[in-house]
């Protein structure tokens, strides 16, 4: 059982999925994240299935859809009844199980099948030891949703991030030698608040940074946005010296997160573990960052649902490494890539897909497009439904009806907004077909089958009972 691999997954909330340096950002610098894609592959089109926390957090947990887990949207205080989940099948397997940050559970010390918990309540209570001036995590002043930034007022060996990893640097010195762990290190970064440690913010913000992405479509968010923004305004435009503020912060919280992964991995690798353990790492959702007068999380647009997706493996698989691969994947596909890693079955409740056939280069069937979905949030008529097939992207309202169509392969800034042009008709046509296809049967009454109809939308409508979850 020891010589089984290891599995490490590392998340992160609101890392968009452009933002790696191997993948060419022009401001991004993420040298640890770029050493570990060359151990394995980086997958350069990947979503998230509910472009918030919580409804992304239960996919990966589950390996399920929204549609089948029930939360649809953003909402707190709904219960996770998932019998069948990530942690639970490893730990019945055989896995020292640890979660370590994060996890929006609810309650907050729900353990999900992990035998060990270390949350960011427990980096509070450390936190207030730290000092007898009574400093707190959020003395910056910077809301938690705000595209307001400065550098961070705590020394960088006092923040969330660096104790994290030195609780997973304990675990990993203090765990059961003759079992394989499963170690999730979960951070709240680069969520906002984009407060990082002063030497990062330093480094980015007399740096040339790329103005934010703007179109026709998208200049209604600027001008109905209402002036002055409030600090947590979901839509508006900000002046440039703001916008430059919040870029250095947001790539300089990059910069620091890639530092502490990259102290963690260092430390693996001198003590021999990294070969036999399966790295992923991921973001639960990206960040608009004033892309289309946007702000935060919830949209269909690249910056929003796009997400990275490095995988990994030991050494002990055969596959290939140090490549990039275009197949559509989310991260339902965690759970299944894990078990198939640690040679479990994959329950029937899993919706998701084991990445390791593609990793091998196996002619294995593969989804031919990826969906994503958020219910209503920030305001009664943003939600959507999204279908990308890596080259094409359709959205559709459910509540107002409108279409977006966008050509990815040659916009990928999602600037012309194709929905209308006479020139891409069939393939609207087309896709929007696929999408009356994925929506058909669901309880909202989207679709009958052959066409797209718009209904209220809720947020949650319950995972659901065993029949559901037990496979």
């Not at 990947?46 to 649809?72: E, V």
């Not at 940050?101 to 450390?126: A, V």
């Not at 304990?170 to 407060?195: A, I, Q, V, Y």
């Not at 999408?435 to 209904?455: H, Y």
Request: proline share 9%; net charge negative; glycine share 8%.
């Amino acid at each position: 059982m020891a010589n089984k691999p290891n599995l490490l997954l590392i998340m992160t909330d609101h890392w968009r999925g452009d933002c790696l340096g191997r993948l060419g950002h022009p401001v991004a610098e993420t040298p640890h994240l770029d050493s570990l894609s060359r151990r394995g592959v980086t997958f350069t089109r990947a979503y998230t299935p509910c472009a918030s926390c919580i409804g992304a957090r239960r996919s990966l947990m589950t390996g399920q859809i929204p549609d089948r887990h029930g939360m649809l949207g953003y909402q707190d205080g709904k219960p996770w009844d998932y019998p069948v989940n990530m942690a639970g099948q490893l730990a019945k397997g055989g896995y020292q199980t640890i979660n370590i940050g994060k996890t929006h559970f609810h309650p907050k010390r729900l353990h999900l099948g992990f035998e060990q918990l270390i949350t960011p309540e427990d980096y509070q209570e450390w936190l207030a030891t730290q000092t007898d001036a009574g400093v707190e995590k959020f003395a910056h002043g910077v809301p938690g949703n705000s595209w307001m930034a400065r550098p961070n007022h705590l020394p960088e060996n006092l923040m969330e991030e660096t104790w994290f990893v030195t609780q997973s640097l304990e675990f990993l010195r203090k765990r059961d030698p003759t079992r394989p762990f499963f170690m999730t290190l979960s951070f709240n970064g680069p969520h906002p608040p984009w407060c990082p440690p002063q030497v990062y913010y330093d480094q980015f913000i007399d740096r040339p940074m790329p103005e934010p992405v703007t179109a026709e479509w998208s200049r209604h968010h600027a001008e109905e946005a209402g002036y002055p923004l409030d600090v947590n305004s979901w839509r508006g435009a900000i002046p440039p010296h703001l916008n430059q503020r919040a870029r250095a912060a947001y790539f300089g919280y990059l910069a620091y997160l890639d530092a502490q992964i990259g102290r963690l991995m260092m430390k693996m690798l001198r003590g021999g573990l990294l070969n036999n353990t399966c790295v992923v790492f991921s973001a639960d959702h990206g960040e608009m960052l004033g892309d289309h007068n946007l702000w935060r999380k919830t949209y269909a647009y690249e910056p929003s649902a796009r997400i990275p997706f490095i995988v990994a493996p030991p050494n002990s698989i055969d596959c290939q490494r140090n490549t990039e691969i275009e197949a559509p994947v989310g991260l339902e596909d965690v759970m299944p890539t894990f078990l198939e890693t640690a040679e479990l079955p994959v329950p029937k409740s899993v919706d998701g897909l084991s990445v390791l056939p593609l990793l091998r280069g196996e002619n294995a069937p593969w989804r031919d497009v990826y969906h994503g979905e958020h219910s209503p949030c920030y305001d009664a008529a943003n939600a959507n439904h999204f279908i990308t097939d890596g080259r094409w992207k359709f959205i559709w309202n459910p509540i107002t009806g409108e279409e977006q169509l966008f050509d990815l392969s040659n916009d990928p800034e999602e600037r012309s907004e194709l929905s209308s042009s006479d020139q891409h008709a069939e393939t609207l046509a087309q896709l929007r077909t696929r999408m009356v296809q994925e929506l058909d049967g669901r309880p909202e009454g989207f679709s009958d089958g052959t066409t797209l109809s718009t209904a209220p939308y809720p947020v949650w409508r319950g995972g659901g009972g065993d029949d559901l979850h037990l496979g």
